[in-house]
Protein backbone atom coordinates (compact mmCIF):
# COMPACT_ATOMS: atom_id res chain seq x y z
CA UNK A 1 0.00 0.00 0.00
CA UNK A 2 3.08 2.38 0.16
CA UNK A 3 1.95 3.60 -3.51
CA UNK A 4 -1.68 4.63 -2.35
CA UNK A 5 -2.78 7.96 -1.83
CA UNK A 6 -6.01 8.39 -0.02
CA UNK A 7 -7.95 10.63 -1.78
CA UNK A 8 -10.67 12.82 0.62
CA UNK A 9 -13.32 15.24 -0.08
CA UNK A 10 -12.03 18.16 -0.45
CA UNK A 11 -13.54 20.68 2.11
CA UNK A 12 -14.78 24.20 1.20
CA UNK A 13 -11.47 26.47 1.32
CA UNK A 14 -8.90 23.58 0.55
CA UNK A 15 -6.22 24.80 -1.27
CA UNK A 16 -4.16 21.69 -2.00
CA UNK A 17 -5.63 19.23 -4.33
CA UNK A 18 -5.58 16.03 -3.38
CA UNK A 19 -3.12 14.35 -5.71
CA UNK A 20 0.22 16.28 -6.47
CA UNK A 21 2.34 15.21 -9.38
CA UNK A 22 5.12 15.12 -7.59
CA UNK A 23 3.91 12.14 -5.78
CA UNK A 24 3.10 10.07 -8.42
CA UNK A 25 6.15 9.20 -10.56
CA UNK A 26 5.83 8.13 -13.98
CA UNK A 27 1.95 6.30 -14.34
CA UNK A 28 1.56 3.12 -15.65
CA UNK A 29 -0.32 3.23 -19.29
CA UNK A 30 -4.21 2.90 -20.08
CA UNK A 31 -4.75 -0.24 -20.83
CA UNK A 32 -6.72 1.41 -23.78
CA UNK A 33 -3.32 3.25 -24.89
CA UNK A 34 -1.35 0.08 -24.99
CA UNK A 35 -4.34 -1.80 -26.83
CA UNK A 36 -4.44 0.93 -29.20
CA UNK A 37 -1.26 0.88 -30.13
CA UNK A 38 -1.12 -2.56 -31.00
CA UNK A 39 -4.20 -1.92 -32.73
CA UNK A 40 -2.51 0.27 -35.36
CA UNK A 41 0.30 -1.32 -35.38
CA UNK A 42 -1.69 -5.02 -36.77
CA UNK A 43 -2.89 -2.46 -39.45
CA UNK A 44 -0.03 -0.90 -40.52
CA UNK A 45 1.98 -3.98 -40.71
CA UNK A 46 -0.82 -4.86 -43.30
CA UNK A 47 0.01 -1.57 -45.32
CA UNK A 48 -3.81 -1.07 -45.08
CA UNK A 49 -5.57 2.13 -44.61
CA UNK A 50 -8.23 2.85 -41.36
CA UNK A 51 -10.94 3.36 -43.51
CA UNK A 52 -11.04 -0.23 -45.06
CA UNK A 53 -10.39 -1.79 -41.40
CA UNK A 54 -13.64 0.43 -40.19
CA UNK A 55 -15.11 -0.52 -43.13
CA UNK A 56 -14.84 -4.51 -42.22
CA UNK A 57 -15.20 -3.93 -38.73
CA UNK A 58 -18.66 -1.86 -39.46
CA UNK A 59 -17.36 1.24 -37.47
CA UNK A 60 -17.02 4.54 -38.47
CA UNK A 61 -13.18 5.51 -39.43
CA UNK A 62 -13.17 8.30 -37.23
CA UNK A 63 -13.95 5.70 -34.30
CA UNK A 64 -11.34 3.51 -35.14
CA UNK A 65 -8.85 6.27 -35.42
CA UNK A 66 -9.73 7.04 -31.49
CA UNK A 67 -9.32 3.55 -30.43
CA UNK A 68 -6.21 3.42 -31.65
CA UNK A 69 -5.22 6.31 -30.30
CA UNK A 70 -6.29 5.74 -26.71
CA UNK A 71 -9.05 7.93 -26.67
CA UNK A 72 -11.91 5.13 -26.94
CA UNK A 73 -12.49 2.42 -24.73
CA UNK A 74 -13.71 -0.07 -27.25
CA UNK A 75 -16.41 -2.38 -25.87
CA UNK A 76 -15.75 -6.19 -26.41
CA UNK A 77 -18.26 -6.22 -29.46
CA UNK A 78 -15.92 -3.61 -31.27
CA UNK A 79 -12.69 -5.36 -30.22
CA UNK A 80 -14.06 -8.66 -31.91
CA UNK A 81 -15.25 -7.15 -34.93
CA UNK A 82 -12.32 -4.95 -35.03
CA UNK A 83 -9.48 -8.32 -34.35
CA UNK A 84 -11.42 -9.67 -36.60
CA UNK A 85 -11.14 -7.15 -39.72
CA UNK A 86 -7.48 -7.65 -38.94
CA UNK A 87 -7.57 -11.56 -39.31
CA UNK A 88 -6.88 -12.06 -35.85
CA UNK A 89 -8.93 -12.99 -32.96
CA UNK A 90 -9.67 -11.05 -29.74
CA UNK A 91 -7.18 -13.24 -27.61
CA UNK A 92 -4.39 -12.72 -30.24
CA UNK A 93 -4.72 -8.81 -30.12
CA UNK A 94 -5.46 -8.57 -26.17
CA UNK A 95 -2.60 -11.45 -25.22
CA UNK A 96 -0.28 -9.18 -27.13
CA UNK A 97 -1.04 -5.78 -25.89
CA UNK A 98 -1.05 -8.17 -22.26
CA UNK A 99 2.44 -8.77 -22.97
CA UNK A 100 3.20 -4.81 -24.39
CA UNK A 101 1.84 -3.59 -21.02
CA UNK A 102 3.47 -6.41 -18.58
CA UNK A 103 7.08 -5.03 -20.29
CA UNK A 104 6.34 -1.27 -20.21
CA UNK A 105 5.80 -1.81 -15.92
CA UNK A 106 8.88 -3.65 -15.41
CA UNK A 107 10.68 -0.46 -16.96
CA UNK A 108 8.84 1.75 -15.17
CA UNK A 109 9.78 2.62 -11.44
CA UNK A 110 6.76 2.56 -10.43
CA UNK A 111 4.60 0.15 -12.10
CA UNK A 112 1.38 0.55 -10.22
CA UNK A 113 1.56 3.72 -9.04
CA UNK A 114 -1.02 5.97 -7.53
CA UNK A 115 -3.88 6.84 -9.81
CA UNK A 116 -5.29 10.45 -9.15
CA UNK A 117 -8.90 10.87 -10.88
CA UNK A 118 -10.34 13.97 -10.53
CA UNK A 119 -13.35 14.50 -8.42
Same mark, same amino acid.
Request: hydrophobic share 35%; proline share 8%.
Given at each position: ? !?? =?? +? $???? *? =? ?16 ? $???? &??? #? ?13 ? !? &? *??? *? ?8 ? &?????? !?????? $?? #?? #? ?5 ? &? ?6 ? *? ?7 ? $? ?9 ? +? +?
Amino acid at each position: M !DN =VI +A $LRPR *A =VGDTEPPCRPEQMGRPEP $LWRE &VLG #AHLRAERRERGERIA !D &V *AGR *AGISPQYLSE &VERGRK !DPSSEI $LS #AV #AGALGLS &VLQVTRRA *AEHLSHLSH $LSRNPRGPVCL +A +A
